[in-house]
Antibody
């Protein structure tokens, strides 16, 4: 069974940094592209970033480009999202997601981790 | 960027009734369109991909249609567990984009 478990969320001040992780199990992590999707309070879903199975290719939403970095550690079966220069607009539940094959769509999701950016 | 527009924003229906949700893309996304169901406190659930293919384990009452710029999700007979927010998402082009969602309420 595919399992994705996010961690690392919490309260951070504007301008601060946070690193999210997603622990993957139940499948061969190195065979799948992975993504981060977020949902701000009272808002809809927003794609954040995706990374290829090898980690060689990454994509970012314009809203996070230059501030967020997606990466993966195959030895630990972990997907990461390094978030810098955070603003209140980054407050959201962050989900990691995996497609059945290829990049998308996303058939498997974690339960999410809440990031709150506030002073 | 492909802008995805969903309508209506809210759909009020009774159990057993049919629900029809619409999604429009600002430019063609071919058939690279997915529908997700999202309930509060839960992870989103993939319902439909390729515009019309049901994901594994999705009941037959859910169906999708369309291509290019116009798409429809139909729930043939609403069950109590179907009351949720539904999002369309295009994956034809980067950046990937979601519609604003349709809330299906009682």
């Amino acid at each position: 069974e595919v399992q994705l478990l996010e961690s690392g969320g919490g309260l951070v001040q504007p301008g601060g940094s946070l690193r999210l992780s997603c622990a993957a199990s139940g499948f061969t992590f190195s065979n799948y592209a992975m993504s981060w999707v977020r949902q701000a309070p009272g808002k809809g879903l927003e794609w954040v970033s995706s990374i290829s199975d090898t980690g060689a290719t990454t994509y970012y939403a314009d809203s996070v480009k230059g501030r967020f970095t997606i990466s993966r550690d195959t030895s630990k079966n972990t997907l990461n999202l390094q978030m810098n220069s955070l603003t209140p607009e980054d407050t959201a539940v962050y989900y990691c997601a995996r497609a059945t094959s290829g990049w998308h769509p996303w058939a498997s999701w974690g339960q999410g981790t809440l990031v709150t950016v506030s002073s | 960027e492909r802008v995805m527009t969903q309508s209506p924003a809210t759909l009020s229906v009774s159990p057993g009734e049919r629900a029809t949700l619409s999604c429009r893309a600002s430019q063609s996304v071919s058939s690279n369109l997915a529908w997700y169901q999202h309930k509060p406190g839960q992870a989103p659930r993939l319902l439909i991909y390729g515009a019309s293919t049901r994901a594994t384990g999705i009941p037959a009452r859910f169906s999708g249609s369309g291509s290019g710029t116009e798409f429809t999700l139909t729930i043939s007979s609403l069950q109590s567990e179907d009351f949720a927010v539904y999002y369309c998402q295009q994956y034809n082009n980067w950046p990937l984009t979601f519609g604003g969602g349709t809330t299906v309420e009682i």
